[in-house]
């Protein structure tokens, strides 16, 4: 499948160099990308649109709205990694012209490409209990990051994913305990079929921590992001193992960010999606649900934060 990138810096070199190292997809080109050996720079984005099949977009401030429409009324298959600066009527728009068009559209949501959601397959998981932990140390650059969408929001989207319920009510308190901004945010989230889920995060911490505990009635599983070790105790067995894709990673891969490894599990899932006329497993319906969540705890936080002023 013929590929085209829109997207600058050295992340979008990282992610360049490796899917092509994947025989399944064939690299073409880019538009307002970067300069790279046998990798063709298009100066007028149709004319990139035309010679591709799918548009990998890897940086939403070379492009706009606009531009996603022209990728969708050339009926070309498009991947946004990071649609954060569009607003859920253009989200809407876009995902009415990909299903006009019968094409597939993705959205990166890397945290539902996890590898342990593939060990987690084995069991059958009914959560009732989410605890979940991620937080980063103090330091000057924090100042710059938000709790909840830069820290808190992946570990919402892996409990929308993990539990099969509608949210039923959402809680969240903060206190900015250096700065005017929440420095640590805690949201409890409710579902209808009962599951509750205990979210943390804070840019003040002493370390580096990010976990998630899944309790359940005969099994308790806990996943350590950092260290990729998947702990499973269950009336059947007790078990503790290395994700098995985190395992058989490559030299290569595992000297890159782990960031640039989950999303070429998320273009194979997408390229996956397209051959076999499935929808996709990341769509607008499940960012948009995401982001639902995240508005609440942003509502609620206008009522229940206490700022260091």
């Not at 889920?197 to 950092?226: P, R």
Request: with cysteine; aromatic share 10%.
């Amino acid at each position: 499948m013929r590929v085209g990138i829109i997207g600058t810096g050295n992340f979008t070199k990282n992610v360049l160099n490796a899917l092509q190292k994947d025989n399944y997809l064939t690299i073409v080109g880019g538009y307002e990308s970067i300069k790279a050996e046998g990798f063709q720079d298009f100066n007028l984005l149709n004319e990139l649109i035309e010679a591709v099949d799918m548009v990998l977009v890897l940086d939403l401030l070379s492009c706009n709205y606009d531009d996603f429409s022209e990728v969708l009324r050339y009926s070309k298959h498009l991947y946004i990694e990071s649609p954060g600066l569009l607003s859920k009527r253009d989200l809407s728009r876009l995902e009415l012209l990909a299903n006009e068009a019968s094409v597939s559209l993705q959205i990166g949501l890397k945290q539902r490409f996890y590898n342990f959601f593939d060990d987690l397959n084995k069991y059958e998981l009914y959560p009732r209990i989410i605890e979940s932990k991620r937080n980063i140390k103090f330091n000057s650059k924090s100042t710059q990051l938000s709790v909840v969408d830069d820290l808190m929001s992946h570990d919402v989207d892996v409990a929308l994913k993990l539990v099969n319920s509608d949210v039923k009510s959402v809680y969240s308190t903060a206190v900015g305990v250096y700065y005017k901004d929440p420095d640590i945010v805690h949201t409890r989230i409710e579902f209808y079929n009962g599951c509750v889920a205990n979210l943390m995060g804070s840019k003040i911490a002493d370390n580096k921590t990010h976990k998630t505990e899944i309790f359940q009635k005969n099994l308790h599983c806990s996943v350590n992001y950092l260290k990729q070790v998947i702990n499973v105790q269950s009336s059947q067995s007790n078990t503790k193992f290395i994700s098995e894709d985190w395992g058989k990673r490559t030299k290569y891969d595992q000297q890159k960010d782990d960031y640039i490894y989950t999303l070429k599990r998320e273009v194979y899932s997408f390229y996956n999606s397209i051959i076999n006329n499935i929808e996709p497993i990341a769509g607008i319906s499940q960012y948009l649900q995401l982001q639902s969540v995240t508005d609440k705890i942003k509502e609620q936080l206008e009522r229940n934060f206490t700022a260091n002023v």
